[in-house]
């Protein structure tokens, strides 16, 4: 996989991944379950002014197909899709010497790691652990940086009230 992108995409942004792939591409493979996603895909293609020669798939196994019989020069690839989703395209393409080295541009409405972008969580992470210190250090700065989610902003937090 080459760039990653969330929904909505612009056509500047798909414009710009796929110039990121170089200038060999002239065929693109498009993959997305919903029809007015290709469509619109399909739109701003046609109206960049690249002359792009698109394919379109509704399906990860339609998408294998395509690849291995028609081998586009790259494929712009919804990653949640029913059936075969995009991870399992990536999985078989990867796989198989002919198509592994297609170029892929992943458009979806989730994070890479199969979560919604808007969550009620955060992880945090480090090689070889967090001490307390490093911890506390992560809340401040994010306490800082974010606004409060669950009160209002005239209320004082219950830990910092006087009396």
């Known amino acids: 996989m080459v ?11 798909l414009c710009s991944a796929i110039d990121a ?6 065929t693109l493979l498009l993959v997305d379950d919903q029809p007015e996603i290709l469509q619109l895909f399909g739109r701003m293609l046609a ?12 399906s990860g196994q339609r998408a294998l197909t395509l690849l291995r019989e028609r081998r586009p020069d790259a494929m ?3 990653l949640v899709m029913p059936g075969m989703d995009g991870y399992g395209v990536l999985l078989e393409k990867g796989s198989d010497p002919q198509i592994r080295d ?11 790691v199969r979560e919604s972008i808007i969550g009620s969580s955060i992880s945090l992470t480090r090689s070889g652990g967090l001490t307390f210190r490093d911890l506390l250090a992560c809340m401040q700065l994010w306490s800082e940086a974010t606004p409060p989610f669950d009160r209002p902003r005239d209320r004082e937090p219950p830990g910092n ?3």
């Open 161 to 163: 009230r006087a009396g």
């Open 3 to 13: 760039r990653y992108l969330l929904k909505p995409v612009s056509r500047e942004a």
């Open 76 to 78: 712009l690839l919804d």
């Open 47 to 58: 109206t960049s002014g690249r002359h792009y020669r698109l394919l379109r798939a509704s």
């Open 21 to 26: 792939l170089g200038d060999h591409v002239r």
């Open 102 to 112: 297609i170029p892929v541009v992943a458009i979806s409405a989730l994070d890479p």
